[in-house]
């Protein structure tokens, strides 16, 4: 890399340069440090058509040599003719630089993305530069706020009187312009510290405060509003208490209104079940009322079975024997006992069975249960009757 020195005259500064903002007391001593040690870092230029010189970066050193009254400066000579490459070094050796400003840096990012001469990408620069893709677009985030509040801007982190860091501004970059720049203003002003910003930033952007309470708020200074976002955020809190009382009671009230809802059903089922009951034995108590005065309806005798005997004896001739009773004379006792309860034919005709028109269903029901037991009964017995008439039957054979 060969370093000249070329007449200063020769030189012209480069207007499009990222960086323009120069602090006069930082000018003043990088002069006098020229001044006794000369200029220990070269310039470095381009060559231009008409035989000339343009900047690619060291624009304030040359700025102090040509202050200085010097007559030449010692420079790097770059062949590079591309516009895109020329601008990224000058970014990047601004970068390095003390005193290139947030609002430089952002202006060229936004320029290296719009300017149809260069269009890059944001992850483009990212590469180029060595930079996040997040460091880059909270840079192009600043840029959303007016002049009065980018004369402010300065880089770091510290935070001083009418001064403003990229960290207190970037809270506030997705306010209406009409809260974001006064707002910032006031934060410079009272020195307000990032996280009481934060907070601020909230309660303007919270849908529950009302427009016009907010355009009160911002004649406030930055301690009122923060002692107003901290009563905002106690009744917010205290609303979100309420608020889940107020639930918490109403689901209470609808398990125990379901549960008495429940018992209530409960209730209801067993005095439904305990009248049907009632009902049902008034019912029973018609019926064998019924049954009394209609031989149809009457219960029919326990019949024994053929050669059957009382309860607990033994059957067999020698059970009828001990009653001094024969085995035929048995049988024959029970045929006049069945043919005597018996109704005639007569008894089954219309007149005499129920009116079952007038019967419930229910009645009709039990009805029909009685005379399916009453036929069970006769089938039993006139099979037991058959056996009897068979063995007859054999022996006369």
Same mark, same amino acid.
């Given at each position: 890399?060969?370093?000249?020195?070329?007449?200063?005259?020769?030189?012209?500064?480069?207007?499009?340069?990222?960086?323009?903002?120069?602090?006069?007391?930082?000018?003043?001593?990088?002069?006098?440090?020229?001044?006794?040690?000369?200029?220990?870092?070269?310039?470095?230029?381009?060559?231009?058509?008409?035989?000339?010189?343009? +900047?690619?970066?060291?624009?304030?050193?040359?700025?102090?040599?040509?202050?200085?009254?010097?007559?030449? +400066?010692?420079?790097?000579?770059?062949?590079?003719?591309?516009?895109?490459?020329?601008?990224?070094?000058?970014?990047?050796?601004?970068?390095?630089?003390?005193?290139?400003?947030?609002?430089?840096?952002?202006?060229?990012?936004?320029?290296?993305?719009?300017?149809?001469?260069?269009?890059?990408?944001?992850? @483009?620069?990212?590469?180029?530069?060595?930079?996040?893709?997040?460091?880059?677009?909270?840079?192009?985030?600043?840029?959303? @706020?007016?002049?009065?509040?980018?004369? /402010? +801007?300065?880089?770091?982190?510290?935070?001083?009187?009418?001064?403003?860091?990229?960290?207190?501004?970037?809270?506030?970059?997705?306010? %209406?312009?009409?809260?974001?720049?006064?707002?910032?203003?006031?934060?410079?002003?009272?020195?307000? &510290?990032?996280?009481?910003?934060?907070?601020?930033?909230?309660? @303007?952007?919270?849908?529950?405060?009302?427009?016009?309470?907010?355009?009160?708020?911002?004649?406030?200074?930055?301690?009122?509003?923060?002692?107003?976002?901290?009563?905002?955020?106690?009744?917010?809190?205290?609303?979100?208490?309420?608020?889940?009382?107020?639930?918490?009671?109403?689901?209470? $009230?609808?398990?125990?209104?379901?549960?008495?809802?429940?018992?209530?059903?409960?209730?209801?089922?067993?005095?439904?079940?305990? !009248?049907?009951?009632?009902?049902?034995? =008034?019912?029973? $108590?018609?019926? $064998?009322?019924?049954?009394?005065?209609?031989?149809?309806?009457? &219960? /029919?005798?326990?019949? &024994?079975?053929?050669? =059957?005997?009382?309860?607990?004896?033994?059957?067999?001739?020698? $059970?009828?024997?001990?009653?001094?009773?024969? %085995?035929?004379?048995?049988?024959?006792?029970?045929?006049?006992?069945? /043919?005597?309860?018996?109704?005639?034919?007569?008894?089954?005709?219309? !007149?005499?069975? %129920?009116?079952?028109?007038?019967?419930?269903?229910?009645?009709?029901?039990?009805?029909?249960?009685?005379?399916?037991?009453?036929?069970?009964?006769?089938?039993?017995?006139?099979?037991?009757?058959?056996?009897?008439?068979?063995? +007859?039957?054999?022996?006369?054979?």
């Amino acid at each position: 890399m060969d370093i000249v020195n070329l007449r200063i005259d020769l030189i012209d500064e480069d207007t499009e340069q990222p960086r323009y903002q120069f602090d006069d007391e930082a000018l003043q001593e990088l002069m006098n440090s020229i001044g006794e040690l000369g200029l220990l870092s070269p310039i470095k230029v381009r060559t231009t058509p008409n035989g000339r010189y343009k +900047i690619i970066y060291g624009n304030r050193r040359f700025k102090a040599c040509t202050m200085l009254g010097l007559a030449t +400066i010692p420079c790097i000579v770059s062949s590079v003719t591309d516009e895109t490459e020329i601008y990224l070094e000058q970014i990047a050796e601004n970068l390095t630089r003390e005193g290139f400003s947030p609002i430089e840096e952002a202006e060229a990012f936004h320029k290296m993305l719009n300017d149809p001469r260069f269009s890059c990408s944001v992850k @483009f620069l990212s590469g180029k530069l060595g930079k996040p893709e997040n460091y880059i677009k909270n840079k192009l985030e600043l840029l959303k @706020f007016g002049n009065a509040v980018k004369k /402010l +801007i300065v880089a770091g982190s510290e935070i001083r009187k009418d001064k403003l860091t990229e960290e207190q501004l970037l809270p506030l970059k997705d306010l %209406p312009m009409e809260y974001r720049d006064t707002l910032a203003l006031t934060f410079a002003r009272d020195e307000t &510290p990032v996280p009481d910003i934060k907070r601020i930033a909230k309660l @303007f952007k919270d849908p529950g405060v009302s427009d016009g309470l907010k355009s009160k708020l911002l004649y406030k200074s930055g301690y009122e509003l923060l002692e107003t976002w901290s009563t905002f955020e106690h009744n917010r809190k205290e609303r979100a208490k309420r608020e889940k009382e107020r639930a918490e009671a109403e689901e209470a $009230a609808r398990l125990e209104a379901e549960e008495a809802a429940k018992l209530e059903a409960e209730g209801v089922a067993a005095r439904r079940n305990a !009248d049907e009951a009632t009902a049902q034995g =008034a019912d029973s $108590a018609s019926a $064998a009322a019924s049954s009394a005065a209609d031989p149809l309806l009457a &219960p /029919l005798p326990e019949v &024994p079975q053929v050669a =059957a005997q009382s309860a607990g004896e033994p059957s067999g001739s020698g $059970a009828a024997a001990k009653r001094g009773q024969s %085995p035929v004379a048995l049988v024959e006792q029970e045929i006049a006992r069945l /043919l005597g309860t018996l109704p005639t034919a007569a008894a089954l005709e219309g !007149d005499d069975l %129920p009116a079952l028109d007038s019967l419930r269903y229910d009645q009709l029901a039990n009805l029909g249960d009685d005379v399916d037991r009453l036929i069970a009964e006769f089938e039993q017995q006139l099979a037991e009757w058959r056996k009897v008439r068979a063995a +007859i039957g054999t022996r006369l054979s």
